[in-house]
């Protein structure tokens, strides 16, 4: 599978996701390639404070090209992961073309939700040329253990992509463990930070 996480808003955890859902694979014993397609390169950033071994390979590239370079790549994988750009560009169209499955996150606001908009669009309009590409929304950064709010939900509904039914909670661990380069999984493997990511590579496995 070839995932791209993408939303052209930052700090919605593009990032955060990417790392983690790759680790989460990588741990249960699956070749992983992760593409850090952000100029900015946090995913390499990530990748370069960690001490121990790394789980997987971040390749740099952040460049339009990647759905005619990503094919040979991601054949010696099991799942290749990208990590997307914070702007609605080239880039992010040919992150797009790369894909099987488009993973969005959104903060739990409409406000977040409105502004996915440009994004839908552009993955909208790959559909066009691409019926197989799956795309699906994530709400990520929830706080407390509050439903996702009818103002959220009915603003998704506006979108033709479904809602996954995993969210990813507001969670310390999230940052504390990036910052040494490690998942949650590693930094804390019973917490409910892991559970969630494990819940979400799971529900992304589903056909
Ligand atoms: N679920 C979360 N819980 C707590 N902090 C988070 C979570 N997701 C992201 N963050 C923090 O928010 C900031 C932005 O996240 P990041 O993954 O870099 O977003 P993006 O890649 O979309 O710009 C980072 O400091 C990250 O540690
Ligand atoms: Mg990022």
Redesign the pocket.
């Known amino acids: 599978m070839i995932l791209a ?1 993408l ?1 052209q ?11 983690n859902l790759a680790a989460a694979m990588a741990l249960a014993g699956e070749r992983i390639l992760l593409i850090d397609a ?1 100029p ?1 390169g ?1 995913a390499l950033d990530w990748q370069a404070a960690r001490s121990d071994e790394s789980l997987f390979p971040v390749v740099g590239m952040a460049k339009p090209t990647l759905h005619k370079d990503i094919p040979k790549l991601a054949a010696d994988y099991a799942h290749t992961l990208i ?2 750009p ?1 702007r609605v560009n080239d880039l992010a169209k040919s992150a797009i073309l790369a894909a099987d499955v488009v993973l969005i ?1 959104v903060q739990p606001s409409p406000y977040d939700v409105w502004a996915a908009d440009e994004i839908v669009k552009l993955i909208q309009e790959v559909s066009l040329y691409k019926a197989s590409l799956r795309s699906l929304f994530v709400v ?3 706080i407390g253990n509050t439903a996702i709010g009818r103002d959220v939900a009915d603003a998704l509904k506006g979108y033709p992509f479904p809602l996954a039914d995993t969210a ?8 504390e463990s ?2 040494r380069g490690l998942s949650v999984m590693e930094a804390e493997p019973k917490g409910s ?1 892991a559970r969630e990511i494990l819940k979400l590579v799971n529900e992304l496995m589903e056909p």
């Open positions: 996480v939303n808003k930052g700090g919605v955890g593009k990032t955060t996701l990417s790392v952000d900015q946090s990590d997307g914070p996150p990520t950064r929830k990813i909670g507001q969670r310390v661990v999230f940052a990036a910052a930070a």
